[in-house]
């Protein structure tokens, strides 16, 4: 049976610890005066199965590898996506705009982890104006991966329990075989952990429309395409395109959760 990997912060105190732990294998734990940055490998025929009949036992039936888990005391949901793509294509300017724009109440503390060329950024928030599910808000935790290929280990980490996958793509003629190289590296990674790209949530998104070397759509879409998923386009350091894609992947992992 697959583990689950979990890198969280502590949203809810000390509750939420004693849920995870609970409900988890503990690996490690490193904490601050001001945040709590927790790694943890879930169990997942334990991970809600012992909360009986209704959503908990429903949620239980999902995929061994997802991330999505139930916080009862908070009555949320806890789902993970995943920003993946070639360096320098606008993951991170993507998730910077998101965490900038939300309101300070309803995200949590973005977390950044440098390497001397790339690094990788996650945080959490509850969205308002998404519904609940069966009486269950949703908190999503955002992700980056990172950019430079040599640090493939690290994206397969990250990718680990993921629910949803937004493909950042640059539109930029010169960097065509890198978003190429990224999109078969996203598909062989996936199904190493047991996904199938076909199956997940997910959405591509053209990023750098504003630039004179970006290709036509219709040329990126012919190349980037693998199945008939959502295409927006983006300039990312402008917000354009942001919250529209990240409303459509999180309205593809809503469904994916009312299934259960």
């Known amino acids: 049976m697959k583990d689950n990997l979990c890198i969280g912060r502590d949203t809810y105190g000390i509750k939420h610890i004693r849920f995870a732990l609970k409900f988890s294998r503990f690996s490690a734990v490193r904490s601050s005066p001001r945040h709590l940055l927790f790694l943890c490998t879930l169990c997942p025929s334990r991970q809600v199965g012992r909360q009986g009949k209704g959503l908990g036992a429903n949620l239980s039936k999902r995929s061994v590898t997802a991330l999505s888990f139930i916080n009862f005391a908070a009555r949320e949901i806890n789902c993970k996506i995943v920003y993946y793509g070639a360096g320098l294509g606008g993951k991170t300017t993507n998730l910077q705009y998101v965490y900038d724009k939300t309101n300070d109440k309803a995200r ?107 290709l036509p759509v219709d040329n990126l879409k012919k190349e980037l395409m693998r199945k008939s998923e959502p295409v927006f386009e983006a300039v990312a350091f402008q917000g354009t395109g942001v919250f529209e894609t990240l409303k459509e992947i999180a309205r593809q992992v809503l469904i994916e959760l009312k299934k259960g």
């Open 108 to 214: 949590g503390k973005m977390i950044s982890l440098a390497t001397e060329t790339d690094r990788t950024l996650f945080f959490d928030f509850l969205p308002l104006d998404l519904g609940t599910v069966r009486g269950f808000k949703t908190r999503f935790h955002l992700y980056t991966v990172p950019g430079q290929v040599f640090y493939d280990a690290s994206r397969k980490l990250i990718l680990r329990g993921v629910d949803g996958v937004v493909f950042v793509a640059d539109s930029q003629e010169g960097r065509m075989d890198a978003n190429i190289e990224a999109l078969d590296n996203l598909h062989d990674n996936l199904r190493e952990h047991g996904y199938d790209l076909v199956k997940i949530p997910y959405v591509l998104q053209l990023n750098k429309r504003d630039l004179p070397t970006a």
